[in-house]
C-alpha cells in the first residue's frame, strides 16, 4: 500500500519547471505594473525628459525584440521619431552619432548585459537623456542612467526569456503612453488596451491543449518559418527565438509578403508554417497561405485576431481582438506557449538549454 502511494504521489506531484512556471505568470506581473505606473485618471506614472522628439531603443536578444515593437508603435501611432538598435552593433561601431534631442533607453533583464551596459557607456559620455528599463534594481544599468524604470517581473530562472519579456514590453507601452500624453495626444483609448492586457493573456492559456496539438506537429520537424507584418514581424522573430533556443528547431521569422522574393524555396524542404494574421493583413496573409498550400506540402499554423471558418489545411488558434495590443501579448504569449510544449515533446531542458547562458559581465 505505501509502495502504491509512492507511486500515485509521483505521478501528481510533476516538477513544473520555471519557463513553464514564468510563464503563467504573466497576467499577475503585468496587472501589478499596471498598478504601480497607471493613476486612476490614466495618467502614467513614469519620469521621462519633457519634450521627447526622438528615441534610440538599445538592447540584445528578446530584449532587442521589444524595443523593436515598440519602436514600431512609436513611429506608427505616437509620431514620434524611433529606431530599435543591438547593443552589440552600437558598442562596436566605429562611429554612433548621439545627440541632445534623442531619449536613449537601454533594455535589460538583469542590468548586467554586457553589451548594453557597453554601449551605455559610449553614449553618456555625449548625453545624460538615458534611461534604463530593467528588472534589476541597482544594477549597472540601473545605477549608470539618469532615468530609471522597473518591469517588477521578479528573479527570472529560464534561460529563455518569457515574463522579462512580456515586462519589458509592457513598460516600453507605458512610456508610448507617457510620451502621447505629453504631447497631448488621444493617449485615453490606448491605455485602456493595455489594461485588458492581463485578461488577455489569462484568455490566451486557456489555449494550451490547441497549442500542444500543434507542438507534438512541429516536434517534427527540423525546419519552420514564422511570417508576419508590421510590427508582428519583430514579434514573429521573438517567437523563432524561443523556439530555437529551447527545441533546437531551425526556426527562422520573414516579412510575409518578403517571404515570396525567393525565401519561399525552403519549402522544398521540410518545413513548417507559422503565420500571424492580424488586422492589417488578413487577405494578403490568407493568399501567401493559399498559394503555400496549393504548391508545397507542410503543416501551417494560424495564430488568427479573427474567425477564419473557410482555412483548409491549416491549424488555426484564434484569439478574438479587434485591437493589435492585446492581441500582440496573446501571441507572444501562445510562442512561449509553444516553444516550450515543443521542446517538452523533444524531451529538451528547457531551462537550460545545451551551450546557452545569460551574457553578462
Do not use: W
Not at 506608427?76 to 562611429?95: D, G
Not at 492580424?278 to 501551417?300: A, C, G, P, W
Request: charged content about 25%; overall charge positive.
Amino acid at each position: 500500500m505505501n509502495i502504491l502511494r509512492e507511486i500515485v504521489n509521483k505521478i501528481f506531484s510533476v516538477k513544473k519547471s520555471s519557463m513553464e512556471k514564468e510563464i503563467f505568470q504573466q497576467s499577475d506581473i503585468i496587472f501589478e505594473l499596471i498598478r504601480k505606473y497607471v493613476k486612476k485618471d490614466y495618467s502614467i506614472n513614469i519620469d521621462i525628459p519633457e519634450n521627447v522628439l526622438k528615441i534610440a531603443l538599445i538592447a540584445s536578444g528578446s530584449s532587442y525584440h521589444s524595443a523593436t515593437i515598440a519602436a514600431n508603435f512609436l513611429r506608427e501611432k505616437v509620431h514620434c521619431e524611433a529606431q530599435s538598435y543591438y547593443a552589440s552593433e552600437v558598442a562596436l561601431a566605429e562611429s554612433f552619432d548621439v545627440d541632445s534631442s534623442t531619449l536613449y533607453i537601454f533594455i535589460s533583464q538583469s542590468g548586467e548585459t554586457s553589451d548594453t551596459n557597453k554601449a551605455l557607456d559610449r553614449i553618456k559620455i555625449k548625453t545624460d537623456k538615458t534611461l534604463a528599463v530593467t528588472n534589476t534594481k541597482n544594477s549597472t544599468l540601473f545605477n549608470n542612467t539618469k532615468y530609471k524604470l522597473l518591469t517588477c517581473a521578479g528573479i527570472e530562472k529560464s534561460i529563455a526569456s518569457t515574463k522579462a519579456m512580456s515586462a519589458q514590453l509592457f513598460c516600453l507601452l507605458l512610456i508610448a503612453a507617457k510620451i502621447m500624453q505629453q504631447k497631448e495626444l488621444p493617449a485615453r483609448a490606448f491605455v485602456e488596451e493595455l489594461l485588458c492586457v492581463p485578461e488577455y493573456i489569462k484568455e490566451t492559456f486557456l489555449k494550451r491543449s490547441e497549442i500542444k496539438k500543434y507542438s507534438k506537429i512541429l516536434a517534427n520537424y527540423e525546419n519552420a518559418a514564422i511570417l508576419a507584418s508590421g510590427m508582428f514581424y519583430p514579434l514573429a522573430k521573438e517567437g523563432a527565438l524561443k523556439i530555437k533556443e529551447t527545441s533546437y528547431i531551425n526556426t527562422t521569422a520573414y516579412p510575409t509578403g518578403e517571404f515570396l522574393h525567393g525565401h519561399i524555396a525552403i519549402l522544398n524542404k521540410k518545413c513548417a508554417v507559422i503565420a500571424i494574421v492580424n488586422n492589417q493583413n488578413i487577405q494578403f496573409t490568407l493568399d501567401v497561405l493559399n498559394k503555400i498550400n496549393k504548391e508545397y506540402n507542410t503543416d501551417s499554423l494560424i495564430l488568427s485576431a479573427f474567425p477564419l471558418p473557410n482555412i483548409v489545411n491549416n491549424d488555426l488558434i484564434y484569439i478574438q481582438s479587434s485591437v493589435d495590443i492585446d492581441f500582440l501579448f496573446s501571441a507572444l504569449v501562445i510562442f512561449q506557449l509553444l516553444a516550450f510544449e515543443t521542446a517538452s515533446f523533444l524531451k529538451r531542458n528547457v531551462d537550460k538549454p545545451d551551450g546557452l547562458e545569460k551574457v553578462v559581465k
